[in-house]
């Protein structure tokens, strides 16, 4: 089946510094990959939709400038948090989408658990 | 290996009730989640079950068995907007999630 992978699994900042975090599709073709973010037992909160070799499209209220995302290739998206404070602590999960079989079939990976100190 | 089963797709009639199984086998377990996943939207949270037994909450009800390995998703008296895809994820040892493929649930009339 079709396998997305996120390094790193976990990470712990300071204040101030940036973390970059990789979505990567290992078995598929990713067309568009999209990154979430949740809280304890709530619902993934959508942040961006990123299609290979375009600019990301940003949810309202998601400053693009802060999270920057990158899908450069069809197998890899990067979300970056510039100057991470401790309200971007939460678990951040990707999701890949590809080109074949069911469109609206979404691959989610297992989340990167950001912790800013 | 760690992975999760759910079946691919189910069809039931509106108003029926219906069981959507879930089947772990994870490196540690701390928690199985529910979703509900509408073509083209974000999954939204529906349950979470980290003790055995029943949660209800609604329409909808969450059943988990740690020693087996197991999980049920119920759905009653189901409306057409109940159609969508129901993804059932773990969180292993490690605090990450393992995700199941989804259960496309289609409602008929």
């Known amino acids: 089946g079709a396998v997305v992978s996120q390094h790193p699994s976990w990470v712990i900042c300071k204040s101030g510094t940036s973390v970059k975090i990789e979505c990567r599709s290992l078995?598929?073709?990713?067309?568009?990959m999209f990154w979430y973010r949740q809280f304890p037992k709530q619902s993934l909160m959508l942040m961006a939709t990123?299609?290979?070799?375009?600019?990301?499209?940003?949810e309202q209220g998601v400053e693009k400038d802060k999270f920057l995302i990158n899908h450069a290739s069809l197998t890899l998206s990067t979300l970056t948090v510039t100057s991470a404070h401790p309200e971007d602590s939460s678990f951040y999960i990707c999701?890949?989408?590809?080109?074949?079989?069911?469109?609206?079939?979404?691959?989610f990976g297992p989340g990167t658990r950001l912790t800013v100190l | 290996g760690q992975n999760i089963d759910q079946p691919t797709e189910m069809t039931a009639t509106e108003g029926a009730i219906v069981q959507i199984n879930c089947t772990y086998q994870?490196?540690?377990?701390?928690?199985l989640f529910w979703y509900q996943q509408h073509a083209g939207e974000a999954p939204t949270f529906l349950s979470y079950?980290?003790l055995d037994g029943l949660e209800e909450k609604g329409r909808f009800s969450s059943f988990l068995s740690r020693s087996k390995g197991y999980s049920y998703l119920l759905l009653k008296e189901l409306q057409m907007k109940d159609s969508a895809s129901y993804l059932c994820?773990?969180?292993?040892?490690?605090?990450?999630?393992?995700w199941g493929a989804g259960t496309k649930l289609i409602i008929k009339p």
């Open positions: 999701s890949a989408r590809g080109d074949s079989g069911d469109a609206d079939t979404q691959y």
């Open positions: 078995d598929f073709q990713a067309t568009t």
């Open positions: 990123s299609n290979e070799g375009s600019k990301a499209t940003y």
């Open positions: 994870t490196s540690g377990f701390n928690g």
């Open positions: 079950n980290v």
């Open positions: 994820a773990v969180m292993d040892s490690n605090y990450q999630l393992i």
